[in-house]
Nanobody
Framework: QVQLVESGGGLVQAGESLRLSCTAS????????MGWFRQAPGKQRELVAITGYKNTRYADSVKGRFTISRDSANNAVYLQMNSLKPEDTAVYYC???????????????WGQGTQVTVSS
């Protein structure tokens, strides 16, 4: 079945950059939107960025620092993270959904997560 695989996480110092990658595999699927959520210890999962056929959204906390891009032909999505802050430390999850409706909540498919740790 459909799987999302993330890569690119790691340990960096504040001010440095990382690029996360996610690719969907396991068959041909129709994906409207792909994006990234994150969850820090003791906190709720939150939307970081998502892009669909017509819309792109960013969390206020990452605007101007993170950029989401997509290669729809290969069912891939990327997150360029610049000027990283310790507050960005979290597990980042790739998400793919079949429609834009309900975009703030995520679904229908999730990756396993990749750890991003930013030291001060």
């Amino acid at each position: 079945q459909v799987q999302l695989v993330e890569s690119g996480g790691g340990l960096v110092q504040a001010g440095e950059s990382l690029r996360l990658s996610c690719t969907a595999s396991g068959g041909v699927i129709s994906i409207n939107a792909m994006g990234w959520f994150r969850q820090a210890p003791g906190k709720q999962r939150e939307l970081v960025a998502i892009t669909g056929y017509k819309n792109t959204r960013y969390a206020d906390s990452v605007k101007g620092r993170f950029t989401i891009s997509r290669d729809s032909a290969n069912n891939a999505v990327y997150l360029q993270m610049n000027s990283l802050k310790p507050e960005d430390t979290a597990v980042y999850y790739c998400n793919a959904r079949l429609s834009w409706t309900g975009w703030t909540k995520g679904g229908d498919y999730w990756g396993q997560g990749t750890q991003v740790t930013v030291s001060s």
